[in-house]
Each structure stands twice: as structure tokens, then as C-alpha cells.
């Protein structure tokens, strides 16, 4: 019989590559697993897939939220130092001068190296009154960073009047029984919503966030669903729904006027103005509601009738309104548990009315043609010569509101609103920043047309510009101060994803455009020093 006899020679050969390729293969894996950065792993990735995986955030009471890595202690200056420039890094003449004249009114007392790029923070400079820089800023927290940038030349600045809606007899008979509410509105001035000091605002996020809800009902008006809530206290509030998980971003093909309002949105909102020292925002806190206690309960027949349970049992409705406000874009609880944000009521028009302007820089809201402000380079000049902005403090706060607006990504800034009261403040008070619910929908694009008002007039408040240099160059970046801020809300985190990163890139744009500015028309003509 024929039979074949086994090669030695192949087989050995044989198994000696297969050795080898199992040896590999052990390697590869050791150091994947010794060296996670080696094989690509990304640890802020790596949570974004884990909380996509997890279907999003729906659910976070704050006794569920672990906040021990906010302790004062995990926060050091050391982690955000000024780092020295990549070699043969050239500062140009008009960042130079940016840097000198935004510290410095006038010629520093002690030695500062710009010419590396970065402030020497072993200088100490000459202490004033509101003053922005200081050597001190250095050892603060988080939150000590965000009350001195409050607190920043608070006591230079013109005294604003306050309202006076109360009468003063009523409240020295009330004495101490007055609510957080009441004494809120006792502070609302001509400049501010609210003090820089007002120990009152966390005490009202904190009513907002937790008191009982004794009365809801649907606005009419708007085009999206929102409620009006009313509290134990007789707070009343404006609730808008969760619509999205945090993570899900604008669709690439939608308008402006077609996106969803984020509650996310208007929670950062609040706290991106109260970081950046504005405070012309009201209070805005996240809220959990049951759907069947706090708004079944109290909800009209006609608002029953759109109030069903979805084939998973959870329990839904979507209201009147003039957009999305049909069974196919339902609001559904889980299983009737729904995040919201809740914004106080400013006081009532009869007590303090609001006057409603248009912005010069409205969007066209049309698929099919362009605003005059689109195909105008020079429609700055008409606007400066129109009343109110031909005068006063209006066409700076305006600047202010669009670099408010384009950090947070919003385009729908299509009216603002100002206080009518008393008649004597006329245009010497502030924009309120209300209805931010359309930020915060892109991460990774930047709506340049949001900073046209900035590109066209090239004028920048001097207070405004200091802050923009101190959230790029530290001690703390402002998406770390932003998510400081946020992380004592109830639905914390609020922003997720790459909305952090974007707001320091938006930042830099923002200074970017600002030194194009001073390039062309000078320190002077750029840089408005009013006080504020």
C-alpha cells in the first residue's frame, strides 16, 4: 500500500510561525492594555460612547449625582499654567498691544515678559480698585474666579437705581417675612438683574429646583410647548420640557427657526451669564416633574385630551402651540418622570414693564432669501445712526449679547427686551437675556454669522474684552468655570459631549476677529471703556 510519509522539515517550519504570530499577538495586547493611549483610547471618549450606549441622560436627581470631584481641593491653578509658546512662536504687534493695553491703563509699574507669549505671574502688580488682573487670581477657586469676575469693578461703575416695585412702608411692615422672590425683586436694578453678592439667587435655584408645585398650565403664545408653574410660595416659573438627550446635536440640514428648544440650553445660558459677570439673565434651574402630580392634576380638559401612554406605557402629551405640537413630536416621561428647566418670573408687566426691540441683526427666518445685514458690509454705519443705538450704552450691549449668543451657539435672537421702567433710565439699562433655548445644538461647528454686529462696527466693551483674555489664558479656561457653575444644578452635567471644548475654540475666535478690529481701526476706536 502507498502511504505518505509526514515531512519533519515543513511541520516544524509550521509551527515556528505560528509561534512567532502568538507572540505578537500577546505583545500587541500587553501593551494596549499598559498603555491605553497607544491604541487610540481616549478617556473623555471613552464616557461619551459609555453615555451613549446608556441612551443618554434622562434621569438625575441631585442625591444621584456624585459631586465629590468638585472639592475645592481638586482644583488647582497648577493644572492651567500659562504654558510657554512652541519655539519660534512670534507674538505680532497688535497682540502685543492687545496684551499691554488690556492689562495696563497706562505703563505697567513692574517688569511682564510678552514676548514669550504668556504672562509672567511672578510680577505683582500695582493693586487698584476693579481691578480684573491680579496676582491672587492665581490661588483662587473656581468659585472665588467667578465672584471676583462678578465683583469686578462693581465699586467704579455708576450706582444703578433699583426698581422700587414694592412700596417701601409695605416692606418695613413685612420685615423679615418677606420670600426669596420678593427680595430678589427688591434687587433688580437699572444695570443688573440681580447683585453680584445676592445670597438670595442660590436660595431661589434652590426653590426653583425643589419646592412643591401647587398650580401648572400651558402659555399660550411661542411656538414650542412650555408651562407656567406655580409654587408653594407663589413663585412662579417657566417650565420647558427635555427634548433631547444631552449629547444630540442640531441636524445638519435644519434652519435655525426649525430646531428644538433644549431646557439644557437655558440652564448654561444662566450660568454662562453669571460667569461671565453679565447677570442680566433671571435665575434657571433644572427641575424633575411627575407628569401625573404636577401637571395631569392641574391640567385642563382641552390639554387632557392630548395626554396618552405610549406602547411602552409611558405617559406622553404635546399641547397647543404653533410648532410640534402633535402626537408624532410627543413629550414622554419615564415612566411620567420628565427633566425641564424652570427660569423665574420677572416681575409682572404692570410693576415693571419691558419694552420689545427688534435686532438690527435679525435673521431673514426664510429659506429662500437673505437679511439686508447679509449682503451689507457697511450696515453698521446706518445702524449707529438710528435711534436707540446712536446714543448710549444700546449698540455695546448689543455686542455684548451677540458674543453671549455666539458662544452658546443661538441664532434666534430675533427681538430682546429692555426695561421701560422708570420712564428716566430710557436707554440707559440692560438687554435681559431671555428665551436661550435654541444654544447649545452643534459641538463641532461654529456659526460665525452669529458675530457679524462684532465684525461690522468693531467696537467691544472694555470689560467684556478683559474677560475674554482671562477665559483663554487662564487660571481656569471658561468651560472649566462654565462646568463649575453648572455642576450645582440638580440635572448636572448639563453640557456634555464636545460643548465644553467648543466654547474655549469660540473664545479664541472671538479674540481672533477682535485683533482683525484693532489691526484696522485702532486701540481707541475698538475698545469702549463706558464704566461697565
Known sequence: MFCLKPNLKLKWRAGLVMLVGLASLIYFMLISILNPAANGFNEAGARDRLYKAAGGHLIAPR???????????????????????????????????????????????????????YINKAFTPRRRDGELFTHEIYQMTPAQLIYHINAYRHKARRAGKRMNIFDDSAVK?????????????????????????DPIIDKLLHNLAMLPVTDSKQLSGGTQLKLKLTYSDDLNGLWKPMRFTRDTETLINH??????????A?????????????????????????ITADIKRYASDRFRKTMFYSPVGNLCFYGKCSYYCDSN????????WIEGSVAAFLPEDDFAPREHRRNPWRRSYSR???????????????VKQTPPFNSGRVLIDLIDLHIFDFIQGNMDRHHYEVYDFPEDWKNDTIPVLLDNG???????????????????????????????ILFDEGPYKLSKLLDYSTSKDPLYPILVGGHLPAVDRRVKIILKELQKCISDHGWKKVVIDDGF
Open 63 to 117: 442625591f444621584l449625582v456624585d459631586k465629590s470631584s468638585w472639592a475645592t481641593s481638586n482644583f488647582s491653578s497648577a493644572d492651567y499654567q500659562f504654558h510657554e509658546p512652541a519655539r519660534g512662536h512670534k507674538i505680532n504687534n497688535v497682540e502685543e498691544s492687545v496684551r499691554r493695553k488690556f492689562l495696563f491703563k497706562e505703563k505697567p509699574h513692574l517688569e511682564v515678559d510678552y514676548s514669550k507669549g
Open 266 to 290: 437655558e440652564i448654561a445660558a444662566f450660568h454662562l451669564d453669571r460667569v461671565f459677570g453679565f447677570r442680566r439673565s433671571p435665575p434657571i434651574s433644572g427641575r424633575i416633574l411627575n
Open 255 to 264: 434652519y435655525y427657526f426649525s430646531d428644538y428648544e433644549r431646557h439644557t
Open 329 to 336: 413630536h410627543a413629550i414622554c416621561g419615564h415612566p411620567d
Open 438 to 468: 435654541r444654544g447649545w445644538g452643534k459641538m463641532y461647528r461654529d456659526e460665525i454669522s452669529i458675530l457679524v454686529p462684532l465684525q461690522q462696527c468693531c467696537q467691544v466693551r472694555y470689560s467684556t474684552l478683559q474677560k475674554l
Open 173 to 197: 411692615e413685612r420685615g423679615n417675612t418677606l420670600k426669596n422672590w420678593e427680595l430678589w425683586y427688591l434687587n433688580i436694578s437699572q444695570y443688573e438683574i440681580y447683585r453680584h453678592d
Open 368 to 382: 429662500y432669501r437673505k437679511a439686508v445685514w447679509e449682503t451689507e458690509p457697511d450696515y453698521c454705519d446706518g
